[in-house]
């Protein structure tokens, strides 16, 4: 076999495709573009929303309207225009199955096709799996297993009907609705996602994985994901994304809101591969996200995330540490290749005493990417003994892409201890040369040297994601993962 | 009338009253454009997030100092390297001081800019150097629209200065409130070594405004060490840009001591345009009371195969603020890059502040860049080590202290100042202790 370099690794990069890109063809009832009141009303309309939410989408929406996009990431792009889009639609067979069977046939192959066969996942897995194709929970899986424990798995439509209680409480709590303008906007015009809760002392006995799609062109996705672990209960809740190839820019502005009541403990994984655009950088999605936890006593939120996809990422998943004895986690991998940009990190606030927080993220950069550290470390004068370790590195590959760290810790309390490591490095040749003097090729070396890179977080992945986020590494960086 | 406008308005005055050539005119007249469309930096721009300069602009500065203010040599003693025979540039605010200078035209040039624009035998170099690589941002720009009195200083080829260069700023404050714009020019000649030490020292309290602009070039192989004191009385506020030209095969270390001050901001930009650049970044910041210190550094990798190293400490007590906002830039180009970053800081009060953002631009891939950044107090048992044999609890403190900020002290290359410096921190910190251990 030829002797595998770098540069064929770099040439395999740039001409790696997205291998997932397909259009499922299902007929969607999608809104006229555009976004006014009436846009607004319309959506909680169909959702057969009670009054209370109509008002409150209609308050975010005034608060949207004043509010001007946010440009202080690290990102290039063409900004969206907000009256291009059409913010609803939903694939036509609207009513809801009880078994698999009865799933529109085209749309289970789209999903066999990506890999996640949900008879599999069923029997093997033991997994629950929420389908949202295009805005509108399809299966639902698992639901009365859940149900037995006093889980509430359901897509937040359902839960706004048949837990108002529940929602009405926590919902925009974390972040409010005038958080920024894509959270904002995302109140206004959401037209589904997740919405989970957990009682009181109770375990969740498997993970709970959605799975969100972009289906139709042209329509931006507003997910809306709520997770409640009531006191002393844990819940890992996994979310994995692809989406088709399309030359036009996709918007996708999510809000994930976690609650992690005392003693509670919720681990939110990540595994995201939307279409990156192609080679030359048309296209691709813009994925910009608001994410948050609040941590109560003694409380504890992890946020693992694999980022390979999206033309745009703009993500920073926080943690609020508000109880006592709180802890906050985040692991991050983000791989950038060809044109993709993306700005992401996270914020640990500690207000409550002896919070913890690790941050631990690993930056890979190929192509002519662009991939940055955005993170923010607070610790407010009340939060003693706050610990915080945060260590990011960045590896790049080839000539043409950049790695930036823009980490802020600000500190108002003296017994502190904060520590910050970041490194930017490539992989060295006396990394390879040592690999290859043991007999070991270079692919495989360059193979084992990334892997050993990210290894810390792709550990901290649920066993059925890591085999997931092996594959889509291998996808974004084919060649060098073995 | 707020200051701005002040200072746009009395440009007029000050622009009528030059004598200097066209050139040097067209540069203010563009920098005083700048400052007029973009004013003073405020919080909402992210290099100026964490320092407000709200309160400093609301005093009625005078802009013009009317000098003759009179200083007697013995008073100022201590603030010279006295047992040190050094050349001196001495500016009483604002205005140069004959009486206290110590000047040469002898195989080198230390003198004033003043000269340098007027005269016409400098005129070359003005022209090659002058604002070349100050960046035109708002701040930068008012000084240099205002330029008009600061050091030159101009090392010939192969020249090696055999004693130190002291530049130093007096404020007496006989104004209710002054602001000076020292304006200072630097160039060291290809193979040139140099010591330079620049102090910001005010002699009463009275409120000053200093925005000073310091450009150093260092052409090839040239070898320069710059030392920043400043120590300011607390009603004294100070932005410093410096920014340091670099070809190749030099070497240039500035180090900033940070104790005084009300409002203290430096931005320290290093460009190195050759190859096998070595620069060196180190402070030391101790403060008290409310006191406030920005620092702001650049380190812009333009060439390969280079080098850069940042070492910050800062001790944090009573309701100080400290800053800290790092940035090494690598270009593309510039490969085998060894770029390291490091800033430590110690809160001694629960209501002092550390706000830090190391950051790396990083587009060149064969590079070793890494940060490290710290925050958090004194370790307990080294105390009680020391208290344990005998040593106060104020002086144990002092000498982890000085422990800490050792790594910056030890590079001091210049004996005598390096034992002021020590003086300096013990007096600081309210130890009678000599630190000579």
């Avoid at chain 1, 299902?26 to 976004?35: K, M, Q, R, V, Y």
């Avoid at chain 1, 209680?165 to 015009?189: C, H, I, M, W």
């Avoid at chain 2, 405004?209 to 070039?217: A, G, H, R, Y």
């Avoid at chain 2, 190749?248 to 001050?261: E, K, M, Y």
Wanted: proline share 3%; glycine share 6%.
């Amino acid at each position: 076999m030829a002797k595998f370099t770098e540069d064929d690794l770099k040439k395999d990069l740039k001409d790696k495709e997205y291998e997932y890109g397909f259009y499922t063809d299902i007929e969607s009832e999608t809104f006229p573009i555009g976004l006014d009141e009436d846009i607004v009303r319309a959506i909680s309309k169909k959702k057969e929303e009670p009054q209370w939410m109509t008002d409150w989408r209609l308050k975010a929406f005034e608060a949207w309207k004043e509010m001007k996009e946010p440009n202080w990431a690290n990102v290039n792009y063409d900004k969206p225009n907000f009256q291009d889009i059409s913010y609803y639609s939903a694939p036509n067979s609207k009513p809801k199955y009880n078994s698999i069977d009865e799933v529109d046939p085209e749309l289970l192959d789209t999903f066999n096709r990506l890999g996640i066969s949900l008879d599999e996942q069923k029997k093997l897995a033991g997994v629950a799996v929420d389908i949202v194709v295009d805005s509108v929970s399809v299966a639902t899986t698992f639901k009365k297993t859940l149900a037995e424990k006093g889980i509430i798995f359901c897509s937040i439509s359902e839960a706004i009907k048949e837990h108002p209680e529940l929602v009405k409480k926590y919902l925009g709590t974390v972040v409010p609705q005038r958080d920024n303008f894509y959270s904002a906007l995302n109140s206004a015009v959401f037209s589904d996602g997740s919405f989970c809760y957990i009682p009181k002392g109770v375990r969740c006995p498997m993970e709970l994985s959605t799975y969100f799609r972009i289906n139709q062109a042209g329509t931006g996705q507003f997910e809306r994901t709520l997770v409640i672990a009531d006191q002393g209960s844990y819940v890992s809740y996994l979310e994995g994304c692809t989406a088709p190839s399309r030359d036009e820019n996709q918007l996708h502005a999510a809000v994930v809101e976690l609650i992690a009541l005392d003693d509670a403990e919720i681990k939110y994984s990540t595994v995201q591969n939307w279409y990156p655009g192609n080679k030359e950088g048309k296209g691709g999605v813009y994925n910009f996200v608001t994410k948050r936890g609040l941590c109560e006593k003694n409380a504890k939120i992890s946020w693992t995330q694999v980022e390979t996809g999206s033309a745009v990422t703009w993500k920073y998943p926080s943690c609020i540490l508000k109880g006592d004895n709180s802890i906050g986690e985040f692991y991050s991998i983000a791989v950038t290749n060809n044109f993709q940009q993306a700005d992401t990190g996270t914020k640990m606030i500690h207000l409550g005493k002896n919070t913890k927080s690790t941050i631990i993220s690993k930056g890979i950069s190929a192509g002519k990417s662009q991939n940055s550290y955005r993170g923010l470390v607070r610790i407010n004068k009340n939060a003693t003994n706050a610990r915080n370790f945060s260590q990011c590195d960045s590896l790049l590959m080839g000539n043409d892409c950049g790695a930036h760290t823009f980490p802020y810790i600000e500190v108002k309390n003296k017994s502190a201890q904060i520590e910050h490591e970041a490194t930017t490095s490539k992989i060295g040749e006396d990394q390879i040369f040592y690999c290859n003097q043991r007999g070991i090729e270079t692919e495989k070396a360059i193979a084992l040297i990334v892997n050993g890179f990210s290894k810390e977080v792709l550990n901290k992945l649920p066993m059925e994601f890591a085999v997931e986020a092996q594959k889509l590494l291998e996808i974004s960086l084919e060649g060098s993962v073995g | 009338m707020s200051l701005k406008e002040k200072l746009v308005s009395s440009y007029l005055a000050f622009e009528s009253h030059l004598e200097e050539d066209s050139h040097v005119h067209e540069i203010r007249n563009k920098a005083i454009r700048t400052f007029e469309e973009n004013g003073f930096p405020t919080i909402k721009e992210e290099a100026w997030k964490y320092t407000s300069l709200k309160s400093i602009l609301k005093k009625d500065y005078s802009i013009f100092p009317k000098g003759n203010t009179a200083v007697e040599f013995k008073d100022v003693r201590q603030y010279f390297l006295y047992d040190l025979d050094t050349y001196k540039i001495v500016f009483i605010d604002g205005i140069y001081s004959s009486f206290l200078s110590d000047t040469t035209h002898d195989g080198l040039d230390v003198c004033l800019l003043s000269a340098a624009l007027n005269k016409p035998k400098y005129k070359a170099v003005i022209e090659a150097y002058f604002n070349k690589i100050a960046s035109k941002n708002s701040i930068t720009s008012l000084n240099t629209a205002f330029a008009k009195e600061g050091a030159y200083i101009n090392i010939p080829k192969n020249k090696e200065v055999e004693k130190p260069i002291e530049i130093i700023n007096f404020s007496t404050g006989n104004e209710a409130a002054l602001m000076v714009q020292p304006r200072n020019l630097i160039v060291v000649g290809e193979n040139a070594h140099v010591q330079i030490i620049e102090r910001h020292q005010s002699l009463t309290n009275n409120a000053v405004f200093t925005n000073s602009v310091t450009e150093l070039f260092a052409e090839k192989r040239a070898f320069v060490d710059y030392y920043k004191i400043q120590n300011d009385h607390k009603n004294a506020s100070l932005i410093d840009n410096t920014f340091v030209n670099q070809e190749r095969d030099s070497n240039c270390n500035v180090h900033t001591f940070s104790l005084g001050g009300n409002i203290t901001r430096n931005n320290l930009n290093f460009y190195q345009n050759g190859e096998h650049c070595d620069s060196t970044l180190k402070g030391v910041t101790i403060l008290q009371e409310k006191q406030h210190v920005d620092h702001n550094t650049l380190v812009h990798h333009i060439s390969p195969n280079c080098e850069s190293h940042q070492d910050y400490k800062g001790l944090y007590a009573d309701e100080s603020t400290g800053i800290f906002n790092g940035k090494v830039v690598v270009d593309k180009e510039a490969q085998k890059i060894n770029a390291f970053q490091q800033n430590n800081n110690i809160l001694i009060n629960d209501n002092a502040t550390v706000n830090a953002k190391p950051q790396l631009e990083i587009f060149a891939d064969d590079v070793k860049c890494s940060h490290g950044c710290t925050i958090g107090q004194f370790d307990e048992d080294a105390l009680f080590y020391l208290r344990s044999r005998g040593i106060g609890k104020k002086e144990s403190e002092a000498l982890l202290m000085y422990a800490f900020a050792n790594t910056v002290l030890e590079t001091v290359k210049i004996p005598e100042l390096k034992r002021r410096i020590n003086k300096l921190i013990a007096n600081k910190i309210g130890v009678n202790i000599g630190f000579d251990i």
